[in-house]
Nanobody, 126 residues
Framework: QVQLVESGGGLVQAGGSLRLSCAAS????????MGWFRQAPGKEREFVAS????????STADVVRGRFTISRDNAKNTGSLQMNSLKPEDTAIYYC???????????????????WGQGTQVTVSS
């Protein structure tokens, strides 16, 4: 049974940084494309970033590009999202997601992912 557990959320002032982690278990993590999504109050869940199974390919949403960096450590079965220069509009619940695929590619669509974590709250104060 696949489990994804996010951690690292919290309250931070605008301009600050947070690093989110996603711990995977139940299946070989190196075979999975991983993604991060977020959902702000009253808004739909949106794509943030994705990384291929081997870490060679990444994609980041325009609204966070240059501030957020996705990475992974397959040896530790973990993925990460480094968030710098945080803004109040980054406030949301952040979710990690995974899909197992034989192709080293990224995925931007929510419907492409099979497994989701429970989410971690990120709050950025102005």
């Amino acid at each position: 049974q696949v489990q994804l557990v996010e951690s690292g959320g919290g309250l931070v002032q605008a301009g600050g940084s947070l690093r989110l982690s996603c711990a995977a278990s139940g299946r070989t993590f190196s075979g999975a494309t991983m993604g991060w999504f977020r959902q702000a109050p009253g808004k739909e869940r949106e794509f943030v970033a994705s990384i291929s199974r081997n870490g060679a390919v990444t994609s980041t949403a325009d609204v966070v590009r240059g501030r957020f960096t996705i990475s992974r450590d397959n040896a530790k079965n973990t993925g990460s999202l480094q968030m710098n220069s945080l803004k109040p509009e980054d406030t949301a619940i952040y979710y990690c997601a995974a899909r197992w695929t034989p192709i080293a590619t990224i995925s931007r669509g929510q419907n492409e992912y099979d497994y989701w974590g429970q989410g971690t709250q990120v709050t950025v104060s102005s």
